[in-house]
Every structure is written in structure tokens, then in C-alpha cells.
């Protein structure tokens, strides 16, 4: 098999993931200091905050929640802002767990959704986040890495625009966290959320959300934390003021696991070896008049998303025969992500995404590209 | 060739009335022959595992691949419970 479906959850896993869950459960997994507050270096709830601190240069670890991936992790920020009474600028690269849960404030008539324009390639300039900001907006609410396109929107820019504002800037980072350098502090991040299993390499059914310091949510879940059990209003405090119930920690087993693997590959070789495979798809693709490519070629791109549609098929058809026929994996459709589409000019149908990974190698590329090849003629026989 | 089971398909975005049927053997040549008896066959035996349409006009859309044991019904868009009986009987006639 031939797994080109990264964007949605990273396979294989690194060696060290997959020893580390198992290791998991050789012993129990209660922890004396599970809620963080103790800096014990072999508590590995704040170790793996401590190295997800690094990676997206955040200051103080405690400031990271642990959750069950990016779609609570943005339930929590985007439920938990006073955002009652105004406005939020999203854009069109939104995945559903950004665009149903405002969708739902909006339609409880508590606030207005501005909705940003991307170009042909899933990519919008800030400018324009800008242009889109009113007097009542209290939030821009932005992906930074498109699911669909693999577009890479400029952050520091945009969270710029948005504080000039007076506005919060809430990032979704499911696709770009361990993908592309992301820096919390330089660029000034309110909330950023992100997801454990997919370009960090940990389980499913972990990830987190970082808040900024100053800054407070509303919890999403309240109930028992382990200490301070005398309370009977949930603690306040970072984390466990946001961290109600039994952590997950096989998956924060798991995503310290993955953290690691980043760490001593180098991000950068991550991504290097990405942009060689993204090159190569480009380079044998692009002028073939039968192929559609809608990720953008050599800039604002994570080098990880090839979006493709081959012209004449529905993108369902076309991954139907890559994996009946090929034995390769992709994704087909709209991506849980439907206002892109019109941008794109891929309405109803959507678009075949293939995603590969650090451990994708140059062979199986090869391999897909000489497939699609072979699949275009599927329209041409009558 | 018997019918095993017939599975609705959520995720299809080809058609919102999908079908597959799971059949009790691995798909052949000839089976694939026989099913295009109801249409037009188109077969993409050039690719590592041959795939086929088969296109009955007005009606349905079979494709599948050999080797596998799945087909796979694309049926009108706007046509709920479409009986599917008569196909069903036509590959029950396989190898009888």
C-alpha cells in the first residue's frame, strides 16, 4: 500500500511512537502530579508540554491544554472568547471545526461571520483580512495551512492586523503544527490549536490548545482534576482550570513520542525532504493537459498537500481506481472544508488530495504519478 | 457468484446513491464479461489491477477492479430504494 492521506492522520507512525504506546501499558497510568503544577521532570504531561513549548516557541508550557484534538481544542477557544454581540472574520481555507461552531453562534443570533476570499490556490494576502475587519469585529479566526491546498497563510501578519484592531487572533494549526516553523511569541498568537496526529506523528484523540497569557476562556468541561478536590467550582490556574477529567496520557505518551522524532530528524529535514517529493509531482505533472492542480507551486505552500483533479473525472472515481487498481491511498471530496470550493472552481464534486510524509520515499511518488498517468484515459474511452 | 451483502455508501460524492455489493468470490474476467452483458463494459486492463465500468444507460453504473470482492453501484441521483433485483438475479446467474 501506497498511504498518501497524511493531511488526515500521519501513517506509518515513527518507530518510537509506536514502542512508546506500547511501553505505555506495561505499567499503570495514574500520575502523582498529573495536572502539570509540579515541574517534575518525569511527569510526562509537563515534559511533552515543555517540548511542544519548544517547537512553537511558546513561554510557559502550562499555557498549552491538552485536548482531544483540534476540533475541541477550537470548540474551547471559540465557545470560551466573550465573542457575544460581534463579529468574526474567518476565511475560506476554513476547516468545519472552525466554520460549524461559529456557524452555530451565529445562527443562536450571537454573533456575525465575515467570511475572507482565497484565490485560486487556497492562499489570501493579509491586506485582506484587513479590508474584511469591521468596528464590532472581536475575532479573526484563521487556518494556517489549508487541508485542501496545503496554502500557508503569514500568520505574524495577519495577528498583526488583528490586534491593531482590537480583535483576538485564534489560529488553527491542525495541519501546519510540526509541518511548517510556527513561532506563538514572535508572532503574537491569542489561541492556536492543533492536533496530535497528524504531522506530529502522536495517536489520535490527542492535541491541545495554546492560550496566550492574559487571556481567559470560558471552560468547556468542568469536573474533577485530581488536586485541590476540596473545591467545589472547578480550580482556577493553568491548565487545569481548561483540564477537567483523566488525561489521555497514551496519547500524550504518544505525542511526546512524536515530538522527539521531530526534534532529532530537524524540522527542517522534514520539510526538506517534502519539498523534493512536492518538486517531483510538480515537475511531472503540471504540464499535462489532462491534470487540474490547484495547490500553489513554489511559495505560501507546506510542500505536503497535492490537489489535483484529472479533468473530465469525478475526484471520487479517480481515487476509487487509485486505490482498486494502485493499492494507493488518497482522499477524495470536499475535505470537511466547503467554502473553498468555488475558489477553486471544483464545485460539487471537490478534489483529490494526495499527501505524502517524511516517510514517504521518492519511488512511491513515482509510483502514484505514473498512475494518475495511467487513470486519464479512463475519460477519453467511450 | 452469490450477493453477500449490500452496504450503502455515505462518503460517495460521485453519487448520493451509492451502492456496493459484496460478493462471495474475488471478481474474474469472466464475471466482469458476464456483467457486461447488461451495458456498456469499458475495461482498463492496462492498469496493475484491471478496472471496469460497466455503463447501463438510463439506469446504473457498475465499476469495480479483479481481483477484489466488491462492486460498486452509482444509481440515479433522484430514485430512493432503486430495486436492484433484477442485477442482483443476473449475478446469482454466474457460474450457476
Known amino acids: 500500500m501506497i498511504y498518501l492521506n497524511n493531511a488526515a492522520t500521519s501513517y506509518p507512525k515513527p518507530k518510537k511512537v509506536q514502542e512508546a504506546v506500547m511501553a505505555s501499558f506495561s505499567g499503570p497510568l495514574v500520575h502523582a502530579s498529573r495536572t502539570g503544577m509540579e515541574r517534575d521532570e518525569d511527569d510526562i504531561l509537563y515534559v511533552c508540554r515543555s517540548k511542544l513549548a519548544d517547537l512553537l516557541n511558546i513561554e510557559d508550557p502550562l499555557h498549552i491544554i491538552f485536548t482531544s484534538g483540534s476540533t475541541e481544542a477550537l470548540n474551547l477557544a471559540l465557545k470560551g472568547l466573550p465573542l457575544e454581540g460581534g463579529n468574526v472574520v474567518i476565511s475560506a481555507i476554513e476547516h468545519n471545526s472552525v466554520i460549524r461552531p461559529l456557524k452555530t453562534l451565529e445562527k443562536e443570533g450571537k454573533i456575525s461571520v465575515t467570511i475572507v476570499e482565497c484565490d485560486k490556490n487556497g492562499y489570501i494576502e493579509p491586506q485582506q483580512f484587513a479590508e474584511a475587519i469591521r468596528d464590532d469585529t472581536k475575532a479573526i479566526v484563521v487556518n494556517h495551512c489549508s487541508n485542501v491546498t496545503g496554502a500557508v497563510l ?31 511569541k514572535n508572532w503574537d498568537i491569542d489561541l492556536l490549536a492543533f492536533t496530535g496526529h497528524k504531522s506530529l506523528y502522536g495517536m489520535q484523540g490527542i492535541g491541545g490548545l495554546y492560550i496566550k497569557d492574559g487571556i481567559e476562556l470560558k471552560p468547556l468541561k468542568v469536573g474533577g482534576t485530581g488536586i485541590l478536590s476540596e473545591l467545589l467550582l472547578q480550580p482556577e490556574g493553568f491548565p487545569i482550570h481548561y483540564e477537567a477529567g ?38 511531472e505533472l503540471a504540464d499535462n493537459p489532462d491534470i487540474e492542480i490547484y495547490s500553489p507551486k513554489n511559495e505560501h505552500t507546506s510542500y505536503s498537500n497535492f490537489c489535483f483533479n484529472i479533468k473530465g473525472m469525478v475526484p471520487e472515481e479517480v481515487g476509487y481506481v487509485l486505490e482498486a487498481s494502485f493499492d494507493i ?3 477524495t471530496g470536499l475535505h470537511c472544508a466547503p467554502l ?4 477553486l472552481g471544483v464545485e460539487p464534486w471537490g478534489t483529490v488530495r494526495a499527501s505524502h510524509s517524511y516517510f514517504t520515499t521518492e519511488e512511491e511518488i513515482y509510483k502514484f504519478v505514473e498512475a494518475v498517468k495511467k487513470i486519464t484515459i479512463i475519460p477519453k474511452r467511450k | 457468484m452469490k450477493v453477500v451483502k449490500q452496504k450503502k455508501v455515505t462518503d460517495c460524492y460521485e453519487s448520493s446513491n451509492t451502492i456496493d455489493l459484496i460478493l462471495s468470490a474475488p471478481i474474474t474476467k469472466p464475471f466482469v464479461e458476464h456483467l457486461g452483458q447488461l451495458g456498456k463494459l469499458l475495461l482498463f486492463d492496462e492498469f496493475d489491477i484491471p478496472y471496469f465500468k460497466v455503463i ?12 477484489k470482492k466488491t462492486i460498486r453501484i452509482l444509481l440515479p441521483e433522484d430514485v430512493e430504494d432503486y430495486p436492484l433485483d433484477s442485477l442482483v438475479q443476473h449475478i446469482e446467474n454466474f457460474n450457476k
Open chain 1, 154 to 184: 503569514d500568520i505574524a501578519e495577519i495577528a498583526k492586523i488583528a490586534h491593531s484592531a482590537g480583535a483576538y487572533i485564534v489560529v488553527d494549526a491542525s495541519q501546519s503544527a510540526g509541518a511548517v516553523p510556527i513561532d506563538c
Open chain 1, 246 to 283: 483523566t488525561p489521555n496520557t497514551p496519547g500524550i505518551i504518544s505525542l511526546y513520542a512524536g515530538l522527539q522524532f521531530i526534534f532529532e530528524t530537524g524540522l527542517e529535514n522534514i520539510i526538506e525532504h517534502k519539498k523534493k517529493l512536492y518538486k517531483i509531482l510538480f515537475d
Open chain 1, 329 to 331: 491511498w488518497v482522499r
Open chain 1, 340 to 343: 473553498i470550493l468555488p475558489y
Open chain 2, 56 to 67: 447501463v444507460k438510463g439506469e446504473y453504473t457498475i465499476k469495480g477492479a479483479f481481483g
